[in-house]
């Protein structure tokens, strides 16, 4: 049914009507959608068909058995064992009888068929969260004064066969900005996913100051945390709202949210928009006006702006940017830094070059650290992938 639901929603949704025109696809999840409501709609009947069999086999039972009692009294009757009063009595007896008989019937299924559903909503309630903590939390920090630091964290996501991160340790100190550079697949995310207490680790510690993450309530943890997701979830809300979303405890004053649009470089975008703040963003709803993917990108950084949070991670910030573009916005985020802890996940060397420290990390390891200038000198894996990156004119133009 899922499946079936997840075709109907690709034929239709905005999102994929570009390449389902493009690449042909329409006709194929047409049929695919088809060959899957036929199964279902077999497998339903064959449902009905079953039942109703078996309703016409009770029908017939109770019917033989009514023959029978009626014969039966025909026959006393006949034989003038009872007289015509008694048998109406027997026979309205019977009657009540049967009728009771089917409604306990009738309740028997239906209890059986609820205690279905009931198995699987006692199954759901007795799942035990997999983040949980200890003992009783720490009392929630406000700012980080030390750093973050990973020993020796090796993690594993369910149901996966290799570790996304193998003995990771590293150190974030407070009040830089640390960039993780890497290729696709190293484990830059997990990093993040796992600071912000989605998954735990399966060996070793992440702490704040000297605390394991697990030690704190995990609300108080992730306030202390805003991050810019590297896919962004699309609000189809005002431009106001979306960028609300990013603290709704805090009663942001309309001077606050133009500060974080105008610090995530967006201000540009919001005002030409029909009616900038008030705008509405996607397609969802009419009247909507849909935003490129970048600019999305500039929204949602406004949101992670607006939180107040001393730990920041951005998840690939500059990927929708040009290399000029890039420059500007690096420039002012240093300037919005100043006092938080700044995470850059990145596989922009331009990017990654401004930040105080540089870790590369290669297949859940980290492999070298150091400054820009330092790990050019290392001529390791940063030097070498560094010099191919400014093989492209666009990034040499650009640094
Ligand atoms: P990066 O951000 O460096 O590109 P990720 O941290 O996203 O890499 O992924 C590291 C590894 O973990 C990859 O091999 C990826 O396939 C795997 N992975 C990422 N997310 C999941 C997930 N939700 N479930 C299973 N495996 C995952």
Redesign the pocket.
């Known amino acids: 049914d899922r499946r079936a639901w997840y075709y109907d929603w690709i034929m239709t949704t905005a999102e994929a009507a570009a390449e389902l025109r493009l690449f042909g696809l329409g006709k194929y999840f047409q049929s695919n959608y088809k060959d899957l409501r036929q199964r279902l709609r077999g497998e339903r009947l064959q449902l009905t068909r079953r039942q109703s069999l078996a309703e016409l086999g009770a029908s017939l039972i109770a019917l033989l058995i009514v023959g029978a009692a009626l014969g039966w009294m025909v026959w006393k009757a006949l034989q003038g064992l009872v007289t015509l009063g008694e048998l109406a009595l027997i026979y309205a007896a019977f009657n009540q009888g049967q009728g009771l008989m089917r409604t306990l019937l009738e309740n028997a299924g239906q209890l059986y068929g609820n205690s279905l559903f009931l198995g699987n909503l006692f199954e759901f309630l007795a799942l035990q969260p997999k983040i949980c903590r200890g003992g009783p939390p720490w009392p929630p920090l406000h700012e980080v004064q030390a750093g973050i630091t990973f020993k020796g964290v090796s993690f594993t996501?369910?149901?996966?066969t290799?570790n996304?991160l193998d003995d990771f340790t590293m150190t974030i100190p407070s009040g830089k900005i640390v960039a993780i550079v890497?290729?696709?697949?190293?484990?830059?995310?997990?990093?993040l996913?796992l600071l912000c207490r989605f998954y735990d680790p399966v060996k070793g510690r992440i702490e704040i100051d000297g605390r394991d993450l697990r030690d704190f309530a995990t609300d108080d943890l992730r306030r202390l945390i805003t991050v810019l997701f590297?896919q962004p979830f699309h609000y189809n809300t005002s431009v106001r709202e979306n960028v609300l979303y990013g603290d709704l405890k805090l009663q942001s004053s309309d001077a606050q949210i133009q500060a974080a649009i105008r610090a995530a470089g967006a201000e540009e975008i919001v005002a030409r928009l029909p009616q900038q703040e008030q705008t509405l963003l996607g397609r969802w709803f009419s009247g909507g006006t849909e935003l490129s993917v970048g600019e999305w990108q500039r929204i949602a950084l406004a949101r992670a702006f607006l939180r107040q949070a001393p730990i920041i991670i951005l998840?690939e910030p500059t990927s929708a940017l040009d290399p000029w573009a890039e420059a500007d916005w690096l420039e002012r985020f240093r300037e919005l830094a100043v006092g938080r802890t700044s995470i850059i996940?990145t596989h922009r060397f331009t990017t990654a070059m401004h930040a105080d420290v540089i870790h590369v990390?290669d297949r859940?390891r980290v492999v070298e650290s150091g400054s820009h200038y330092g790990l050019l000198g290392l001529k390791g894996l940063y030097a070498e992938s560094w010099s191919r990156q400014m093989m492209s004119t666009d990034y040499a133009e650009s640094v």
């Open positions: 996501y369910p149901d996966a290799s996304a890497g290729p696709n697949g190293a484990g830059k995310s997990t990093l996913k590297q998840d996940i990390m859940g």
